[in-house]
T-cell receptor, first 114, second 111 residues
Framework: EAQVTQNPRYLITVTGKKLTVTCSQNMNHEYMSWYRQDPGLGLRQIYYSMNVEVTDKGDVPEGYKVSRKEKRNFPLILESPSPNQTSLYFC?????????????FGPGTRLTVL | QQPVQSPQAVILREGEDAVINCSSSKALYSVHWYRQKHGEAPVFLMILLKGGEQKGHEKISASFNEKKQQSSLYLTASQLSYSGTYFCGTLENTGGFKTIFGAGTRLFVKA
């Protein structure tokens, strides 16, 4: 089944404790992206990647890191999480790097930073 | 800058029509529409590209006015399953393709 998977689905952590949220897609998609969703603000792009080893900042990259060492994986790293990073996170992928195809979203990761 | 969606919320009776608008202050390469149900991931509805090409569901229609940098999503003969939050996403060609979503329009369809 074609899908985007994220792990973990739920995470409660404390301020400053490094964490990684994994994202994997099995559709051979070139484009991958991370979003955070907060009430009233919609989805805001954190980082995106056009291809392996090619990443770029979205609108809210501060406090986050990403890497794209393999085509299928695009982990999101929070080196020193803070409470304002409490949010619902979505990973997405798309076949097209030209914005001409849909983005398929993962199921989401609900992160709470205490 | 985030595209502006209107209305923020709408309540419909089954069978009624609705229009959701999305307006940007920047030149757009394409507009994407998604629907999200509570607790779930956004699901693709429609893509509108410069030049008039569209890809999407047969039962949903949309328009894209490139000059005005606006898009509208038309929901006709609404069904209960149409309830959810609708997001427009605008893509800017910044060398890569940065996606900026609107804050969403909440749609509730009642029987």
């Amino acid at each position: 089944e074609a899908q985007v998977t994220q792990n973990p689905r739920y995470l409660i952590t404390v301020t400053g404790k490094k964490l990684t949220v994994t994202c994997s897609q099995n559709m051979n998609h070139e484009y991958m992206s991370w979003y955070r969703q907060d009430p009233g603000l919609g989805l805001r792009q954190i980082y995106y990647s056009m291809n392996v080893e090619v990443t770029d900042k979205g609108d809210v990259p501060e406090g986050y890191k990403v890497s794209r060492k393999e085509k299928r994986n695009f982990p999101l790293i929070l080196e020193s999480p803070s409470p304002n990073q409490t949010s619902l996170y979505f990973c997405a992928s798309s076949l097209s790097t030209a914005g001409t195809d849909t983005q398929y979203f993962g199921p989401g990761t609900r992160l709470t930073v205490l | 800058q985030q595209p502006v969606q209107s209305p923020q919320a709408v309540i419909l009776r089954e069978g009624e029509d609705a229009v959701i608008n999305c307006s940007s202050s920047k030149a757009l390469y394409s507009v994407h529409w998604y629907r999200q149900k509570h607790g779930e991931a956004p699901v693709f509805l429609m893509i509108l590209l410069k030049g008039g090409e569209q890809k999407g569901h047969e039962k949903i229609s949309a328009s894209f006015n490139e000059k005005k940098q606006q898009s509208s999503l038309y929901l006709t003969a609404s069904q209960l399953s149409y309830s959810g939050t609708y997001f427009c996403g605008t893509l800017e060609n910044t060398g890569g393709f940065k996606t900026i979503f609107g804050a969403g329009t909440r749609l509730f369809v009642k029987a």
